[in-house]
């Protein structure tokens, strides 16, 4: 079973930047994603990248804002995020796919984290 730890969350001023961070406990062979649930909402789909390829997904609403990237000796996945909007506050989450499917479905991602909240104030 993977595990997996998210930090770097926070309370950050609309505009500003946070860099949450994602460790697994084994190496990934997949899309590592990471979503995010807003209070009353359902979770969502913010980015994904596949483990071998590097290659990168976003959901349309933090496109040019969110990058992100990975460093597969430290086993992490990092989420940049810029330009950080009030509607951006959710907590957010990582979590592995190891299955083919849209990338931003998280009916198909294993072994969720705890999460790290994030929020942005106007």
């Known amino acids: 079973q993977v595990q997996l730890v998210e930090s770097g969350g926070g309370s950050v001023q609309a505009g500003g930047s946070l860099r949450l961070s994602c460790v697994a406990s084994?190496?990934?062979?997949?899309?590592m994603g990471w979503f995010r649930q807003p209070p009353g909402k359902g979770r969502e789909g913010v980015a994904a990248i596949t483990t071998s390829g590097g290659s990168t997904a976003y959901a349309d609403s933090v496109k040019g804002r969110f990058t992100i990237s990975q460093d597969h000796a430290k086993r992490t996945v990092y989420l940049q995020m810029d330009s950080l909007k009030p509607e951006d506050t959710a907590m957010y989450y990582c979590?592995?796919?190891?299955?083919?499917?849209?990338?931003?479905?998280?009916?198909?991602?294993?072994?969720w984290g705890q999460g790290t909240q994030v929020t942005v104030s106007s």
């Open positions: 084994v190496g990934i062979a997949g899309t």
């Open positions: 979590a592995p796919k190891y299955s083919a499917g849209i990338w931003s479905i998280s009916g198909l991602y294993n072994y």
